[in-house]
């Protein structure tokens, strides 16, 4: 079946540093592959996304990177700041509308 | 915009009392959709709507009904609480005219449910 996961539950990095998380996916027929971040108590909120014909795209201090041969994706966060500090979530959308399939998380923590 | 509101914020229920989660938008979304998170685990859909009038099931949709009489509502209820439903549960709504991936939807805030 679909789903989404991720390889590191933890990262802890040092503020400046560049921070990379990871996320694997199944479902090759995905149309979007989508990051969010959620800060404690606060639903998630949408970082950035890419096409499923897409290898890469930027964003303002972040980078989606799509490996399908893999079925690899990752997000980078160049020059972490401790706001960074959240869970982030990827997400697979498929063609159906509605189908957004979320991975289990990983916690983001910038030490100053 | 106030964008996604959804009430209460928290709720305490024991096992087989019904209730209704609120969720509201005012941005014209078409799409709106329930998600429920657990500990440790991402959101997973419940049920979801593409319009009003409009419902469908999404990967958990059992112990819950929803309905969609207008744009901007779409109330989730659960007909007799369990404790398994304890979970914190996010609304969301999107536009698929706003373009770009329609997997860009505004989330609301939450609603914390403790089911004993």
């Known amino acids: 079946g679909e789903s989404v996961g991720l390889h590191l539950p933890t990262l802890s990095v040092q503020e400046g540093d560049n921070s990379i998380i990871n996320c694997a996916y199944s479902?090759?027929?995905?149309?979007?592959f989508i990051w969010y971040k959620q800060e404690s108590g606060k639903g998630p909120q949408f970082i950035i996304d890419?096409?499923?014909?897409?290898d890469k795209r930027q964003g303002q201090r972040v980078t989606v990177l799509l490996n399908k041969t893999v079925k690899h994706l990752s997000l980078q966060i160049a020059a972490t700041q401790p706001g960074d500090s959240a869970v982030y979530f990827c997400?697979?959308?498929?063609?159906?509308?509605?189908?957004?399939?979320f991975g289990q998380g990983t916690i983001l923590t910038v030490h100053p | 915009n106030a964008g996604v509101t959804q009430t209460p914020k928290f709720q305490v229920l024991k096992t087989g009392q019904s209730m209704t989660l609120q969720c509201a938008q005012d941005?014209?979304?078409?799409?709106m959709s329930w998600y429920r998170q657990d500990p440790g685990m991402g959101l997973r859909l419940i049920h979801y709507s593409v319009g009003a009038g409009i419902t469908d099931q999404g990967e958990v949709p059992n112990g819950y009904n929803v309905s969609r009489s207008t744009t901007e509502d779409f109330p989730l209820r659960l007909l007799s609480a369990a404790p398994s439903q304890t979970s914190v549960y996010f609304c969301?709504?999107?536009?698929?005219?706003?373009?770009?991936?329609?997997?860009?939807?505004?989330f609301g805030p939450g609603t914390r449910l403790l089911v004993l």
């Open positions: 890419i096409r499923s014909n897409m």
């Open positions: 941005m014209n979304h078409e799409y």
């Open positions: 479902n090759s027929a995905s149309d979007y």
């Open positions: 997400a697979e959308l498929s063609t159906s509308y509605g189908k957004l399939t």
């Open positions: 969301a709504s999107s536009s698929p005219a706003a373009g770009g991936s329609r997997g860009t939807q505004y």
